[in-house]
Nanobody, 113 residues
Framework: VQLQACGGGLVQAGGSLRLSCVASGRIFEINAMGWYRQAPGKQRELVAS???????NYADSVEGRFTISRANARNTLYLQMNSLKPEDTAVYYC????????WGQGTLVTVSS
C-alpha cells in the first residue's frame, strides 16, 4: 500500500485547511485509516481515525474542530481542519492498517498566531 498526502500549508489561527491522502496498491486490504501528527520535539500522536465502516475517533484536542472522512470508492482519506490553532502546527501523516501499518510521507501544517 502506498499513501500520498497533500493539502498542508500556512494558515492563520482560526482558518481552515483540508488534507487529502490517496491510497494505491493493495487497497482492498485496508481496514482502518487515520491521521497522525508530530510537532517539533514531540511524539507522533493520533489526530483522528476511521474504520472501513465509518466509525470515527478523535483526539480530545481536535474534537469538534476536525472532521475525518473516507471516500472508499476513490481510495481517499480526508481531514477537514477548522478553527485552527497555533498548537495544531505539525507534520501530519496518514496511516493505513491492513494488519500491517503503512505511512504516508507527511504534509506540513503551520498555523500562525
Amino acid at each position: 500500500v502506498q499513501l500520498q498526502a497533500c493539502g498542508g500549508g500556512l494558515v492563520q489561527a482560526g482558518g481552515s485547511l483540508r488534507l487529502s491522502c490517496v491510497a494505491s496498491g493493495r487497497i482492498f486490504e485496508i481496514n482502518a485509516m487515520g491521521w497522525y501528527r508530530q510537532a517539533p520535539g514531540k511524539q507522533r500522536e493520533l489526530v483522528a481515525s476511521i474504520t472501513r465502516s465509518g466509525v470515527t475517533n478523535y483526539a480530545d484536542s481536535v474534537e469538534g474542530r476536525f472532521t475525518i472522512s473516507r471516500a472508499n470508492a476513490r481510495n481517499t482519506l480526508y481531514l477537514q481542519m477548522n478553527s485552527l490553532k497555533p498548537e495544531d502546527t505539525a507534520v501530519y501523516y496518514c496511516k493505513a492498517d491492513t494488519g500491517w501499518p503503512y505511512w504516508g510521507q507527511g504534509t506540513l501544517v503551520t498555523v500562525s498566531s
